[in-house]
């Protein structure tokens, strides 16, 4: 019944030589993608643009006292093992979601950090988007500033990447909508006011002057699947770490902005 | 002419015939009111005016994701503005406008949702009163 009432409405549209438009989206070509600074009001890349003036900064410091710090039963600091950050972690954050071979699955650089405190320092894990979990993803992923994201295109990484992107084009939720719907086919316009952009994910954890706060990736996407009024996902779930390795996919060799600043 | 079933779960739906692309009967069953459609079309919860702009001077903030609503009463009858509100998806298979009075077919829809269409019987039919008076 349904589907016959499709192929009538369907059918009186080509009878009417109304053109329907094609149900598979259309990626971003290579040579139009932007970052969402460049979506930006002058005065808010002002903000991103000035050590001084970023916010995010705030937790970039405080990163890397906690990197200095002692931690876990080892007693040891992330620079006890890695040494000097600026070195070490040069590069980290542009390759993050990874795989991680004890798990057999990407992780994110938030869960890397939390990996290497309970398997290196033997400390509790950090919980998600809390001020320490986040300032030290800041600060690591500040090295990586200006480095191209490079995901890496293993074929372990590959049906992870596959899952991610099935994600991104599937509609969900009661508005029906997929990621694909705004942020491919329609990210030079508006929603309500706000540029809807290319969900490409250059500059995280970001400061979001809507949050008043640094958050990361998985906070933004949730907030996303709320406007959609889908089921969330929790924090971690591995639904989230296929969205955001495949987004990186989408970014590969785009400069990273960590902290960057966003409406 | 068909007659559509309505969805099981938690709230029933009216039922309603589509004749051609158009649904020419009220939901309701009476005719809705303007000013309350107007006050529905502005509410950001109704999610229109995210995607849509129109003649609301006093509304800062309004999307282009769609066309203007301006005109929406001379371009469309009551009955095809109200096809397009229940199921717009029905004429267009890859639109991004969401069907304001459906619940079957949705993939994950949060608890909070589940069941219930964006929109009521009641807040169409307003709505479909209040665009059919944008004439320019």
Known sequence: MKSAGTIVAVALLIAAGIAIAPLAATEIPPAERRSGYSFMAPDTKAIQDDDTANPGMLWVLDGEALWNSKAGATGNACADCHNDARASMKGVAARYPAYDKALARPVNLEQRINLCRTRQQQATPFAFESRDLLALTAFVAEQSRGAAIAPEATAELAPFVAKGRDFFMRRQGQLNLGCTNCHDDNWDKHLAGSAVTQALPTGYPIYRLEWQSLGSLQRRLRNCITGMRAQNYDYGAPELVELELYLMTRARGMPIETPAVRP | MLALPCAAGGQELRPYTITGDAIVESLTGAPG??????????????????????????????????????????????????????????????????????????DRVAPAWRGKPILSAEQIEDIVAYLATLLE
Not at chain 2, 45 to 66: M, N, R, V, W, Y
Request: with cysteine; net charge positive; proline share 7%.
């Open chain 2, 33 to 106: 009111d303007a000013v309350r459609g107007r006050a529905l079309v502005l509410e950001r919860t109704s999610t229109c005016i995210l995607c849509h702009s129109g003649p609301f001077p006093e509304e800062k903030f309004q999307g282009d994701l769609a066309p203007s609503l301006s005109g929406s009463g001379s371009r469309w009858s009551k009955g095809q503005l109200r096809l397009r509100l229940v199921s717009a998806s029905r004429l267009n298979p890859a639109t991004i406008m969401p069907s304001y009075y459906r619940v079957d077919g949705l």
